[in-house]
């Protein structure tokens, strides 16, 4: 066989953050397949040494700018947790509406701007505003629904100001602008799966465990709760370092991890195996639709596993708000009085679980901190998903250097990385 | 598209990310209401973050993100011997932005704390402009979208831009927000550049001042304001250190 | 349920509707509409000044226009910003206005590249004029400094029209250099034509640049001012007219025959925001033009 | 003016109506400080119970329901080569709940300004008779005097205006509005017991603190135009611009335009200003007339009390003490009018 093939991708498109894809197949033999995470590194482990325990969620909300609401919930977790406070129910309702937001926004993004052009063969969602109107205008519906709601609750769209230590700083006054277009989003979000419909996902299935929250009773898990594998590992929150297991990789400035086997997988896909029974009826049934049932192991399925979430999340948004309706003068807010401790929080980010862990000594000042990002837990993954890829494709009829550089650049987008997170 | 007569130049927009959230780059995307007109109005040729299309033909640059990395600043050089038009885009790109935080730090003791025996390249954060000559600059950290659009509407057109001089203080009044200071913050307001509609007084976080400094700060009283309310001095500058831009005012 | 408030309608305030003079004063109902005007004519003066020549599209409303020199009007680009620009053409023509426009900032500069047949907006005439009527039979002295010939055009040109009502006219004009000088296609008209001594000084001389160079208060020196008999007209930048204003007075002219034009930021044109505002005078109603004994008066405006 | 007086009762029946109809403002406590004070903003209520009429001041004024921190003066949609322009007032009708008498004297004087003179603004007069005004009676704030620059009492400028007797209020009536909405609840006439309790009730609000001495002033400013007074006060503020935005007179203001994005409309918007904030008097080019915090701060002085003084024989302030109170820097009326004083007498 005379099949040689070479991928040379420096700084992939349409993800966040900066990797290269290398594959080198010689005389249909697999040489190298490669992906690697050349971000430059942040050290923001380093940087939150020392400060102040109010400067840990503002701070770590910069280490991604897509999913700054999960850093924000995470941290603030965190040190909730070292300190021992307890919020009130109202702001922990808020909070999950608020996360809620930013999970539709970067679903969004990611389904209609990042992963979407390959499907419809274009270079991204430009040229779709000319060839499919209808397509963009649900888009741009739908990620701006996830903004407002992140805007109403958090006070900004990208680095909330609302979410405090203790709570939230005030019941806010925009809830009532929210049901109406929330309403609206079910519709288009109805139209978004018949588009999923059309869409040829690639054949490809590699046995792989999924790590996730576990469904503590109380619903689809987002903010924190045990942790769980599909190959039956459990954990508290607290022994999350059991759960990652991160180590350096020489050609990477992100680490990589492993659990049971030498790589797992985080994300909706996974949360969506770990906790499938915990779905609302109406996401169950858009799963079936698009064929998706758990445990699935196609890679390629993330992006409807995110679909499936997005519509579950508009439906518990509106019984959130509802709740909220009869909260009017509720609590959103406990007094904090810090002490030495330490504290582990892990939530679920859009793109995976996510973790965080401080110590804190008795001035309220950290002296220790760990952050473990989701796409850090998926790098080793998609490593080993694209040697198996370009195995199982290499020798297909007809392979091209492009066909492969396509594939091979769709399934890193299918994990939707979050790379400069994970070199934060 | 055409006003008074007049024909638009649509410019050739290219967007790179250097050490950052890309948050900015996000907020770029964002603002969905106006999007569509917004990405009309120019022709982006370069954006990683949402598009595989490049190209080395461009008139304007938003760099995001600071420089933190040999590699960064030979892409940097590159891009601005191709640019016309260079934008610091946010804070990052601007003062170096939180990242700024890392110089306090030895950067060979972070490495060995974050990645054991095996370092990895770092270099002391720089903004942009420590690097090449900016023509612009957008602050915030994230940008507002309202602002990069206007400041794009002043690029299309090709007319001189104006920042607001005034600090956020007086956006926040025009909110009808009760001051941090009353609540028991300390607030950067007083001296920060405005702009921005001051959305953290107003959420209830008081401003940490993402945007630098406000044209003619008065530093002097606003420490003592600071210290008269009760805040220590190592309080007041690790607030003042937390995006960058207020470097060496202490 | 019957209603307990009713709303007010401005619009239908009927004694407010009608406007008692065509400067709008007491016209309540619309102070913010503009005039639709069509730019008909461009002319390049120099690198930095353009003049437009503006003409209201409204037949009704352009017969109605009206104004005197040294007002000026409220210029509105749609979307980009109204900015306060003098008239610069004779308070006798019917037609069109003419604006004599230097490239600034963002209005101005999107100003500048528009088109014959533009569509602008204008409100206005604001403020105070020169009061050409009490000079008649006078000497008039003339003076500007830079863009201050923008202004003083609208003077020159009543001077002109009514030459018998005036003795002897002086214009004593001054600029950067050669190259800044405003209106040269018109000197010599209003030289020969108009016999108006018109004297040029440069700061920064050029080759072909054969007349005087140096500040414009040497230019004085060769004029021969009648104290009791003379009155002056003064535009350019604050620190000219302060200058030329205590030369004159120096050369006994009193301070109430000697008129300035200030400028300050403007908003509003009304004697609302408060812009241009020193102490109690607004100087977009006052002024622009004010005598020099006022502007003494007002502490700051130098 | 007629006089009635109003059971509490039915007062709040009356809010009550009020409400049902159109949007109420009142003053609402909505937090309090770090030293433990109540913090009061005039907030749209929706229930009589979020209403606290026993404020002693509010943070910021009423003006923004006259004067909007933002507002559209004029929008424009553009066709081609040709716009047209659009123009709209506020015409829903509101009721404003309890402002005190000093905030009621800053609208008689803002009418002065926006009402009268060469070009009344329709803006600020559509927004003005339709908001429906009921004053209410209070001792003057702490830190306040309006006593000194007479803005205490209140005599027009109201449909109604209450003075509390305990159990029921005491009301002028001063419009024909203000009759037909009082004929709604039970009223009744006054008695002579009534106008005692009144004038007792007005004694009871006499002075209570020290006020500053303002005598000349207006004169005194001309005069001390370059006092180091000045400096001393210019050098604390932080030209932030707080005082004019919570001020009930300051009107000063900036007009921007904004195009849309796909060049189809764009509108005219008014922001208030204020005369501390770096720019206000700069121009293009760079020339800025009022460069000095020092000056700038200097000018809002004098343009309350002497500038308005010359037009209308009267200053503007109303003596709220606003702008002191918000001031981080502390700089405030009663204490610079202080240093002025004795400035003139050394
Ligand atoms: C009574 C009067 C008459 C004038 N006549 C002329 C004239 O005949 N020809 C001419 O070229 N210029 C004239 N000017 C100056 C002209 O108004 C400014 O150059 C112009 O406003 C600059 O606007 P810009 O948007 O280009 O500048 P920017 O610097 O972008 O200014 C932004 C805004 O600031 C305000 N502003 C800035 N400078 C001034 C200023 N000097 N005066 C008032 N507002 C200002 C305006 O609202 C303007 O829109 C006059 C000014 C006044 C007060
Ligand atoms: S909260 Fe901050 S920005 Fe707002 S007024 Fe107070 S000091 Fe100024
Ligand atoms: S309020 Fe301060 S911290 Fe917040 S966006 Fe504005 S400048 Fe930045
Ligand atoms: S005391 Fe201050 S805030 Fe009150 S009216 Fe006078 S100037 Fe305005």
Redesign the interface.
């Known amino acids: 066989m005379k099949i040689n093939l070479d991928v040379d991708v420096h700084h992939l498109t349409r993800v966040e953050g900066h990797g290269n894809i290398h594959v080198k197949v010689k005389n249909g033999k697999l040489l190298e397949a490669r992906w690697d995470v050349v971000e430059t590194p942040r050290y923001f482990e380093v940087m939150l040494k020392g400060k102040h325990y109010s400067s840990a969620a503002p701070l770590t909300a910069r280490i991604c700018g897509i999913c700054s609401f999960s850093h924000t919930l995470a941290s603030l977790r965190a040190t909730e947790a070292a300190f021992g406070v307890e919020i009130p129910e109202a702001a922990a309702i808020l909070r999950l509406l608020a996360k809620h937001g930013e999970t539709l926004q970067s679903h969004a993004l990611h389904l209609f701007f990042l992963a979407a052009p390959d499907f419809l063969d274009v270079p991204s969602a430009i040229p779709l505003m000319e060839s499919h109107p209808e397509v963009v205008a649900i888009a741009l519906r739908l990620k701006g629904l996830g903004n407002k709601i992140c805007d109403v609750v958090g006070g900004r769209q990208t680095h909330p100001v609302s979410l405090q230590v203790g709570g939230v700083a005030a019941m806010p006054t925009g809830l009532p602008d929210l049901p109406p277009v929330l309403e609206e989003a079910l519709e288009d979000l109805a139209s978004t799966v018949e588009l999923f419909k059309t869409f040829q996902l690639p054949d490809f299935v590699r046995e792989t465990e999924f790590v996730s929250l576990r469904a503590n009773g109380d619903g689809y898990p987002f903010i924190g709760s045990d942790l769980i594998s599909t190959d039956g590992v459990l954990k508290a929150e607290a022994d999350y370092l059991a759960m990652t297991n991160e180590y350096v990789d020489g050609n990477n400035t992100s680490k990589w991890c492993r659990l049971s086997r030498d790589s797992f997988a985080v994300g909706a896909l996974a949360r969506l195996n770990n906790n499938y029974a915990q779905l609302r009826p109406e996401a169950q049934a858009v799963a079936g639709e698009l064929g998706l049932a758990p445990v699935n192991h196609n890679p390629f399925m993330n992006n409807v596993a995110q679909l499936v979430e997005c519509v579950h999340i508009a439906h518990d948004s509106l019984d959130l708000i509802d709740q909220l309706a009869d909260m009017k003068s509720a609590p959103t807010m406990v007094e904090v009085k810090y002490r030495a401790g330490e504290g582990v929080s892990a939530v679920e980010a859009p793109r995976g679980i996510l973790y965080h862990h401080y110590k804190y000594n008795k001035d309220g000042k950290i002296t220790k901190a760990n952050c473990v990002i989701p796409t850090t837990q998926n790098n080793a993954n998609i490593h080993n998903d694209m040697r198996a890829l370009v195995e199982q494709f290499a020798t297909e009829k007809g392979m091209t250097n492009e066909r492969l550089e396509l594939l091979c650049s769709m399934l890193v987008r299918a994990y939707d990385p979050c790379i400069s997170c994970s070199v934060h | 598209m055409k006003y008074l007569g007049i024909d638009p130049i649509k410019p050739k927009i290219a967007v790179f990310d250097f050490t950052s959230c890309e948050g900015c780059e996000l907020q770029l995307a964002n603002k969905e209401d106006t999007l569509a007109g917004f990405l009309n109005a120019v022709e982006i040729v370069t954006f990683r973050e949402i598009s595989s299309a490049a190209s080395d033909d461009y008139d304007i640059a938003f760099i995001e993100g600071a420089i933190s990395r040999s590699d960064e600043i030979t892409r940097l050089m590159d891009i601005r011997k191709k640019a016309k038009v260079l934008v610091a885009l946010g804070s990052c790109a601007c003062f170096g932005g939180v990242n700024r935080m890392k110089n306090a730090y030895d950067l060979n003791q972070a490495n060995r704390e974050v990645y054991g025996k095996i370092a990895k390249e770092t270099l002391p954060v720089r903004s942009v402009k420590e690097i090449v000559p900016v023509d612009l600059e957008i602050h915030g950290c994230p940008v507002s979208k309202a602002e990069v659009e206007r400041i794009v509407q002043h690029l299309v057109w090709d007319i001189p831009y104006t920042q607001p001089v005034y600090p956020v203080c007086f956006e926040c009044k025009q909110r009808y927000a009760t001051c941090s200071f009353d609540l028991g913050q300390l607030c950067l307001g007083p001296i920060t550049r405005g702009g921005c509609g001051a959305p953290c007084p107003v959420g209830g976080l008081s401003c940490w001042g993402c945007r630098g400094p406000s044209e003619d700060p008065n530093y002097e009283e606003f420490f003592r304001i600071a210290n008269e309310y009760g805040y220590g001095d190592d309080e007041i500058e690790e607030r003042l250190n937390f995006f960058g831009g207020f470097e060496g005012v202490r | 349920?019957t209603?307990?408030?009713?709303?007010?309608?401005?619009?239908q305030e009927s004694d407010?509707q009608s406007p008692l003079d065509f400067n709008?004063?007491?016209r309540?109902?619309?102070?913010?509409?503009?005039f639709?005007a069509e730019i008909i004519n461009i002319i390049s003066l120099t690198e930095m000044e353009k003049l437009f020549q503006v003409r209201i599209m409204d037949d009704y409303y352009r017969s109605k226009f009206s104004y005197l020199p040294g007002q000026f009007v409220m210029l509105?680009?749609?979307?980009?910003?109204?900015i306060p620009i003098s008239i610069s053409s004779s308070s006798s023509n019917k037609g069109f206005i003419e604006l004599c426009i230097r490239k600034?900032?963002?209005v101005?500069?999107?100003l500048h590249?528009?088109?014959?047949?533009?569509?602008?907006?204008i409100r206005g005439p604001f403020g105070t004029h020169f009061p050409m009527e009490k000079m008649h039979g006078h000497n008039v002295l003339l003076i500007a400094g830079g863009l201050g010939l923008a202004p003083l055009r609208a003077p020159i040109f009543n001077v002109i029209e009514n030459r018998s009502n005036f003795n002897q006219v002086d214009i004593l004009y001054g600029t950067k250099s050669p190259k800044n000088m405003l209106f040269n296609y018109q000197y010599e008209e209003w030289n020969r034509i108009a016999d108006i001594n018109l004297q040029v000084i440069v700061e920064h001389g050029a080759d072909s640049w054969t007349g005087p160079v140096g500040m414009i208060t040497s230019l004085l020196d060769d004029v021969t001012i009648l104290p009791d008999d003379t009155f002056a007209i003064i535009c350019g930048p604050?620190i000219m007219f302060k200058f030329v204003c205590e030369r004159l007075t120096d050369d006994g002219i009193p301070m109430h025959r000697m008129f300035v034009s200030l400028?300050?930021?403007m908003?509003?044109g009304?004697?609302?925001?408060?812009?241009c505002?020193i102490?109690?005078?607004y100087t977009c109603?006052d002024g622009p033009v004010f005598d020099y004994w006022t502007v003494m008066n007002l502490?700051?405006a130098i | 003016m007629l006089h009635k007086t109003i059971n509490k009762s039915e007062f709040r029946k009356l809010v009550d109506l009020l409400m049902e109809n159109e949007e109420v403002i009142a003053p609402k406590q909505i937090g309090s400080d770090i030293k433990g004070k109540a913090i009061h903003q005039y907030l749209p209520v929706s229930t009589f119970d979020e209403i606290d009429l026993d404020y002693e001041i509010t943070q910021y004024s009423a003006k923004t329901y006259f004067l909007p921190y933002c507002e559209n003066l004029s929008t424009c949609t553009f066709d081609d080569d040709d716009w047209t322009q659009n123009i709209s007032y506020r015409l829903q009708p509101r009721i404003l709940l309890g402002l005190h008498a000093c905030d009621i004297n800053a609208l008689l004087k803002l009418d002065k300004v926006m009402t009268r003179d060469s070009f009344p603004s329709p803006y600020y007069v559509s927004r003005r008779k339709n908001t429906f005004i009921v004053g209410i009676d209070h001792e003057p704030c702490e830190g306040g005097f309006c006593q000194a620059v007479g803005a205490d009492v209140v005599t027009h400028g109201f449909d109604l205006f209450l003075t509390d007797l305990g159990d029921r209020y005491f009301v002028a009536i001063n419009s024909d509005r203000g009759f037909n909405v009082l004929s709604r609840v039970r009223i009744k006439n006054i008695t002579q017991a009534d106008t005692k309790a009144y004038l007792e009730a007005r004694q009871a609000l006499a002075p209570v603190f020290e006020t500053p001495y303002m005598h000349n002033l207006p004169n005194l400013l001309d005069i001390e135009f370059e006092s180091p007074v000045w400096e001393k006060w210019g050098a604390k503020c932080l030209s932030c611009g707080s005082c004019a935005m919570v001020c009930p007179t300051c009107y000063c203001y900036g007009v921007g335009e904004r195009i849309s994005m796909d060049c189809s409309s764009s509108y005219k918007e008014k922001q208030l200003y204020s005369c501390n904030l770096l720019d206000f008097a700069s121009v293009s080019g760079g020339h800025n007339f009022r460069a000095k915090k020092e000056t700038r701060l200097k000018y809002r002085y004098y343009h309350q009390h002497r500038g308005f003084s010359e037009t209308y024989e009267e200053p503007l302030c109303v003596g709220c003490n606003r702008c002191g109170r918000v001031c981080l820097a502390g700089i405030n009326p009663p204490e610079i009018i202080k240093d002025l004083q004795l400035e003139g007498i050394r």
């Open positions: 349920m209603t307990l408030l009713h709303p007010y309608d401005v619009t407010m709008r004063r007491s309540l109902k619309h102070v913010d509409r503009t639709k509105e680009l749609p979307g980009f910003g109204e600034m900032g963002s101005t500069t999107m590249k528009a088109r014959r047949g533009a569509k602008v907006g604050p400028e300050r930021r908003h509003c009304m004697g609302k925001c408060c812009r505002n102490g109690s005078t109603i502490k700051e």
